[in-house]
């Protein structure tokens, strides 16, 4: 009996324990659970905020080539540089200068007079920037607005706007792709006719001419 006795304690002990370890053992799974969670909720909080455009300066560097359209077509290779200040995930205000390497432009070629003509130059236009972006995310769509003037080979009006798309990359750093519409007043050569009928050297007027074009851009922000 008394056998017995000690028998059915230890077994009630063993049982009491069993139930305490697996109690516990349920406690720290959940407690690890929770933990392993915020762990990694907070990363890719972390990791988003990383992603958004942050307040304070911005730079951009941009390439691209500009497809000549309308009455002037002629085609151009640009690079420019944006910097400014990026008042909230959405709103960019900022300046900037580019080199634009311009093709020649001859509407008659082959033939002895041109009645419009403009050699091969590099325009410095410098502009004021404004760029929207339309959501907060590691790749947002936005839009973009120059305006500005050259400042090189008689001057003339610069504007660009374009839409595209930001790839972040990380903090300030993102690739972006765009394409967008220029229009460009530039100088040209205008044909005004022969110094007299004994001197065929051709007289020249220096006009503004309005050209447009296409632009398409892969542009590095920092």
Same mark, same amino acid.
């Given at each position: 009996?008394?056998?017995?006795? +000690?028998?059915?304690?230890?077994?009630?002990?063993?049982?009491?324990?069993? %139930?305490?370890?697996?109690?516990?053992?349920?406690?720290?799974?959940?407690?690890?659970?929770?933990?392993?969670?915020?762990?990694?909720?907070?990363?890719?909080? &972390?990791?988003?905020?990383? $992603?958004?455009?942050?307040? *304070?300066?911005?730079?951009?560097?941009?390439?691209?080539?500009?497809?000549?359209?309308?009455?002037?077509?002629?085609?151009?290779? &640009?690079? =420019?540089?944006?910097?400014?200040?990026?008042?909230?995930?959405?709103?960019?205000?900022?300046?900037?200068? *580019?080199?634009?390497?311009?093709?020649? /432009?001859?509407?008659? &070629?082959?033939?002895?007079?041109?009645? #419009? /003509?403009?050699?091969? $130059?590099?325009?410095?236009?410098?502009?004021?920037?404004?760029?929207?972006?339309?959501? =907060?995310?590691?790749?947002?769509?936005?839009?973009?607005?120059?305006? *500005?003037?050259?400042?090189?080979?008689?001057?003339?009006? /610069? +504007?660009?706007?374009?839409?595209?798309?930001?790839?972040?990359?990380?903090?300030?750093?993102?690739?972006?792709?765009? +394409?967008?519409?220029?229009? %460009?007043?530039?100088?040209?050569?205008?044909?005004? *006719?022969?110094?007299?009928?004994?001197?065929?050297?051709?007289?020249? #007027? =220096?006009?503004?001419?309005?050209?447009?074009?296409?632009?398409?851009?892969?542009?590095? &922000?920092?």
């Amino acid at each position: 009996m008394k056998v017995v006795y +000690i028998a059915t304690l230890a077994l009630l002990c063993s049982f009491f324990v069993s %139930e305490q370890v697996e109690s516990q053992n349920v406690v720290h799974s959940d407690i690890s659970g929770v933990y392993k969670q915020r762990v990694k909720t907070n990363f890719y909080n &972390e990791l988003n905020k990383n $992603y958004t455009l942050a307040k *304070g300066y911005h730079g951009m560097l941009d390439l691209g080539y500009s497809i000549g359209c309308g009455s002037y077509t002629f085609n151009r290779f &640009e690079i =420019n540089t944006t910097h400014g200040y990026q008042f909230n995930p959405y709103v960019f205000l900022g300046g900037g200068i *580019g080199f634009h390497f311009m093709s020649q /432009y001859n509407i008659n &070629e082959k033939q002895l007079i041109s009645f #419009n /003509y403009r050699y091969h $130059y590099i325009d410095l236009p410098i502009f004021a920037d404004a760029k929207f972006t339309l959501i =907060n995310g590691t790749i947002t769509p936005f839009v973009d607005a120059k305006a *500005g003037f050259f400042i090189t080979h008689g001057g003339g009006t /610069y +504007i660009n706007g374009s839409v595209g798309c930001r790839f972040a990359v990380w903090g300030r750093q993102a690739f972006n792709i765009s +394409i967008g519409y220029t229009y %460009e007043n530039l100088q040209f050569d205008t044909y005004k *006719g022969f110094v007299s009928q004994q001197n065929i050297a051709k007289l020249v #007027n =220096n006009k503004k001419k309005a050209t447009f074009a296409i632009s398409l851009r892969i542009g590095y &922000e920092f």
